[in-house]
């Protein structure tokens, strides 16, 4: 089975995104006001980021910098929203703290989206990498083996 890296594939991780932000939004929205300039909009700036990045990837045909710049935002987005379930903020409805819900299922909600989006741009790379090396074989670049 080979892997397609299509228009496909890389409308589906759009599609992905954007599901993403309208649950994200969601949450964000319940946090305290205390939050809402400092915390809450660096992960919405990390998550434009990634949108961004994403659309820059698709569009450059040598992506190894743009994608390598997409994991380490995606990864910065994730611990923010780690950082953000650490100080119990997805515990919040309304800007109050609810008594009744501690906010474990809207981060485990957003965790499962983060990785799923995660394990997608690792896919691109782990792509990219592969089909440069092929580049590089069929032009002759590819490094020699030192024989023992």
């Known amino acids: 089975m080979t892997i397609k890296t299509s228009i496909h594939a890389e409308a589906s991780l759009h599609r992905k995104l954007v599901l993403f932000a309208t649950q994200l939004e969601g949450y964000l929205a319940h946090f305290p006001n205390c939050h809402k300039y400092t915390l809450t909009q660096g992960i919405r700036q990390a998550f434009v980021d990634v949108y961004n990045l994403t659309t820059e990837a698709q569009k450059r045909y040598h992506k190894k910098t743009t994608l390598t710049q997409l994991d380490v935002r995606h990864e910065q987005l994730r611990m923010m929203i780690?950082?953000?379930?650490?100080?119990?903020?997805?515990?919040?409805?309304?800007?109050?703290k609810d008594a009744e819900n501690p906010g474990d299922r809207r981060f485990l909600v957003l965790l499962r989206m983060v990785d799923e989006l995660g394990r997608m741009i690792g896919g691109w790379v782990k792509s990219e990498v592969q089909g440069a090396a092929r580049g590089n074989e069929s032009r002759g670049n590819a490094p020699s083996a030192v024989e023992a």
Request: without cysteine; neutral net charge; charged residues 15%.
């Open 82 to 96: 780690h950082l953000a379930h650490e100080l119990g903020l997805f515990g919040y409805s309304a800007g109050r």
